[in-house]
């Protein structure tokens, strides 16, 4: 047999490389895993849209590299997927840089300053690609480097990278204004990463924190855990090897939804994120790379609403999970999948219980609630709490036969209660908003007839009146409980 050389036609491979899936926020990733694999401390996320050539770049203070290394890295497929990796190392498939900035602009310019003054630039241009028919890259002179923009920033740090994108044509595509359509998508694009590099972002222990910024304005870091919330559950760290690399699983149970301010539920994905955004969340070197799904081991179910389960893999089992260029998809494998299904049934059974028991066990501190949720293998249901002190107060007024119909009448509150109605409102993105009419007048009613019915001593009504503020609804309304409990103090005296 004979050998023939068949390489690719340059243009018309990059042109449907453009096609392999990124979005402008899984692009931006990509080279944001670059900075920090390069040790970058501040990476700036520059969008400018109104220029008269409207450009994005991403600038960041790592090591730089030579000329040599950054020619080699302009290459497609640089590195070799199977040479093994450095353990920080959030690069891949010696792709990512080229793939991902081909994907959003035609023309891409490299600029890297190294501490030993090093200075070069070169750029590729879907153009000169097409006019040349040839694997064609661009390099600039000095001259040339000091006109492109942020050089300056380099400058200053005395080391990093630029990487610069122009004729933004995918995103210009179908738009009337390429200004607002970027305007959007830097609001997309910092939800994202502010969440994809959060663990950068935050201060985990024993690293240092990475700054990125869009335009100048910091990314948060958005913590899917709520791990600094009071009410989050932090269960047991697992770990489990794999082929002689640990993965280490941490689960956490959110706070129920009740006990989240709109902010705390905008950082937990938003009132419908709550619950679809249940499950695994995969880290690959700290970097999220997939979350919220159960990889079919579990069904998103009520009872597992509010888990959400740290998964931290390392890059040295990147052949197991089937990642993907973009690190966007990955599966677990078989032994990770039987691991995996370890922590769910754990977690279930914690998950279920918060809803099951929240108000059950009413300790000193805890709001004593009108209702109970219970929850059991077929669904939920409310139950009117009897030991409310109103309900109960009142039941104890009655004499037998009473009674029995008053139990008649909360059974039928119970049974006609509107869950299916509700859980539909609630699963749209409707807030429940409670009656605010008159609700001065009417927690003094409540308050007064409790006071009337109750028949306790008077140290008993003193206790009972400082927590009364625990009591449903008084709870939802310590400025006026606070009030009529005054009013009613000096009427004992
Ligand atoms: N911002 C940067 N700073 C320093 N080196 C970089 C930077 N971006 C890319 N590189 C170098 O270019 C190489 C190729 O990058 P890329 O195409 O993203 O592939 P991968 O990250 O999979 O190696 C990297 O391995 C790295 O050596
Ligand atoms: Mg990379």
């Not at 009473?402 to 049974?415: G, M, P, R």
Request: glycine share 6%; net charge neutral; aromatic share 8%.
């Amino acid at each position: 047999m004979k050998e023939i050389e068949n390489p690719p036609h340059a243009s018309s491979l990059l042109e449907s490389m453009r096609s392999i899936g990124y979005s402008l926020e899984s692009a931006l990733a990509d080279l944001i895993d670059n900075s920090i694999s390069a040790k970058a401390k501040q990476i700036k996320i520059e969008f400018r849209p109104y220029d008269d050539d409207p450009y994005i770049a991403v600038v960041d203070n790592g090591i730089g590299m030579s000329r040599e290394t950054l020619a080699n890295a302009m290459r497609h497929g640089s590195t070799n997927p199977l040479q093994i990796r450095d353990i920080d190392d959030l690069g891949r498939y010696g792709l990512g840089l080229k793939t991902s900035s081909l994907s959003q602009c035609r023309r891409m310019t490299v600029i890297s300053l190294m501490k030993n003054g090093s200075l070069a630039a070169f750029c590729w241009d879907l153009d000169v690609i097409l006019t040349k028919k040839a694997w064609v890259m661009l390099e600039l002179e000095e001259n040339e480097i000091f006109k492109m923009p942020h050089v300056a920033d380099l400058q200053a740090w005395g080391t990093g990278t630029i990487v610069h994108w122009q004729q933004l044509d995918r995103l210009a595509a179908g738009e009337s204004s390429l200004e607002s359509a970027m305007g959007e998508q830097m609001d997309i694009a910092r939800n994202h990463l502010a969440l994809v590099f959060h663990r950068f972002i935050s201060s985990e222990h024993g690293r240092s924190r990475i700054s990125i910024s869009i335009n100048n304005l910091a990314l948060p870091s958005i913590d899917p855990f709520l791990s600094d919330h009071t009410a989050t559950q932090h269960l047991d760290e697992d770990s489990f090897k794999v082929e002689g690399h640990k993965v280490v699983v941490k689960p956490f149970i959110l706070p129920h939804a009740s006990k989240l301010s709109q902010s705390e539920v905008d950082q937990a994905g938003g009132n419908l994120g709550l619950r679809s955004l249940q499950g695994f969340y995969i880290y690959r070197n700290r970097r999220l790379i997939i979350w919220g799904t159960w990889f079919r081991l579990a069904r998103k179910d009520e009872l597992s609403k509010l888990a959400r389960i740290r998964v931290d893999i390392p890059n040295t089992l990147d052949h197991l999970w089937t990642l993907d260029v973009k690190k966007s998809a990955a599966f677990p494998p078989e032994i990770v999948r039987a691991n995996l299904r370890r922590t769910i049934e754990r977690i279930r059974h914690v998950s279920g219980r918060t809803i099951v028991f929240r108000g059950r066990n009413i300790e000193k501190g805890d709001v004593m609630p009108g209702w109970h949720e219970v929850l059991n293998r077929d669904g939920v249901r409310f139950d009117i709490n009897r030991d409310h002190p109103i309900i109960k107060s009142f039941y104890r007024t009655l004499i037998k036969n009473q009674q029995h119909s008053f139990d008649s009448v909360l059974n039928a509150i119970e049974s006609t209660f509107p869950s299916e109605a509700l859980y539909s409102r609630m699963a749209s993105d409707v807030r429940a908003t409670p009656n605010e009419e008159n609700i001065e007048n009417r927690l003094r009613d409540m308050a007064k007839s409790l006071f009337s019915l109750s028949g306790m001593d008077k140290e008993f009504r003193a206790n009972f009146l400082a927590s009364l503020h625990l009591i449903e609804p008084f709870n939802k309304n310590l400025e006026i409980t606070r009030k009529i409990v005054k009013e009613i103090e000096s009427n004992e005296e």
